[in-house]
Each structure stands twice: as C-alpha cells, then as structure tokens.
Nanobody, 126 residues
Framework: QGHLVESGGGSVQAGGSLRLSCAAS????????VAWFRKAPGKEREGVAA????????YYADSGQGRFTISQDGAKNTVSLQMSSLKPEDTDMYYC???????????????????WGQGTQVTVSS
C-alpha cells in the first residue's frame, strides 16, 4: 500500500519561509505525479503545485507562482515544497498527494489522486 508522509510545517511570521517535504514509499504502480494541496476549514482543497517526476515538469497555482517551488530528490524519493514570502492567507493544512500522471489542465483537481498524506499545518502570522 502506498504511503506518503509530510513534514516541515510550522508557524512563521509573514514574509518568512518554510520547506515542506513529502516522503513516498511502497507505491504498487508508477505514480509520476506528486502534488501539494492545501485546505482550510470550511474551504475546498486547493492545488498548490505539482511535479511530473519524469521529466521533472512543474505546475503552479497562481497563488504560489513566484513564491513556491516544488522539487524532487529521486534518490530519497521525496518531493519538497519551498515556500517563501509567506502571507497570512497561506495558513492552511498542506497535503501531499500522488497519482499516475499530471496533466496541465487537471493537476490541481483532487480527483484521481489515489494517495494522500495526513497533512502538515502551516500557520503564518501577520
């Protein structure tokens, strides 16, 4: 059974940075697409960024463009989300998710993501 574990969340002041990591293991089939989503209570889950592990293509939501960077460490089978210039509105629970493939017009939809982590909380204070 595939397993995703997030780490790196925490509390920072506005303008600060955090690096989230997603460690993946035991996937029964190729999962070439790994994404980060976030969700606040009462809101829908929002796709933040995604990466196609091969060839390394990346996708970003407008909310994180220029501030967030998604990357991977193939040797460690991890995907990271470097977040900078954080704003109070970035406060959310952040989730790592994986599915077979990313597509430019659908990566941010939570549908078809077969694997999800438990989430890590990010809190940005003003």
């Amino acid at each position: 059974q595939g397993h995703l574990v997030e780490s790196g969340g925490g509390s920072v002041q506005a303008g600060g940075s955090l690096r989230l990591s997603c460690a993946a293991s035991n996937f029964p089939f190729v999962t070439n697409c790994v994404a980060w989503f976030r969700k606040a209570p009462g809101k829908e889950r929002e796709g933040v960024a995604a990466i196609r592990r091969l060839p390394g293509s990346t996708y970003y939501a407008d909310s994180g463009q220029g501030r967030f960077t998604i990357s991977q460490d193939g040797a460690k089978n991890t995907v990271s989300l470097q977040m900078s210039s954080l704003k109070p509105e970035d406060t959310d629970m952040y989730y790592c998710a994986a599915r077979f493939e990313c597509y430019s017009d659908s990566w941010s939809s939570e549908n078809d993501y077969a694997y999800w982590g438990q989430g890590t909380q990010v809190t940005v204070s003003s």
